[in-house]
């Protein structure tokens, strides 16, 4: 049974492959599309992504079945907690 198969057996959707691509860039629109990338946070792919959505967005070609760009990183702390709260250190105080 594949990975497919199996999340498909346990009630959730399969996952779609992400399609792969090869691109050939100028190296000087490569060094500022990387440089752009890295103040945002996000690899030159990343930023090829976010960049090509939002054209197609912004020209109403961006399809209804596209599914948002994953999320990475440290997922958001969780509401509510144990009442106690970080100080400005980073660390939690006493409740």
Do not use: C, H
């Amino acid at each position: 049974m594949t990975e497919q198969e199996e999340e498909g057996a346990a009630g959730r959707q399969p996952r779609r492959q992400r399609k792969q691509t090869l691109l050939r860039l100028d190296p000087a629109v490569y060094d500022a599309l990387a440089r752009w990338a890295g103040e945002e946070l996000r690899s030159a792919n990343a930023q090829i992504e976010f960049l090509l959505r939002k054209a197609l967005f912004d020209a109403g070609r961006l399809p209804g079945t596209a599914r948002p760009i994953p999320r990475r990183g440290r997922p958001p702390r969780a509401a509510g907690g144990d009442g106690a709260e970080d100080d400005e250190t980073g660390g939690r105080t006493a409740p």
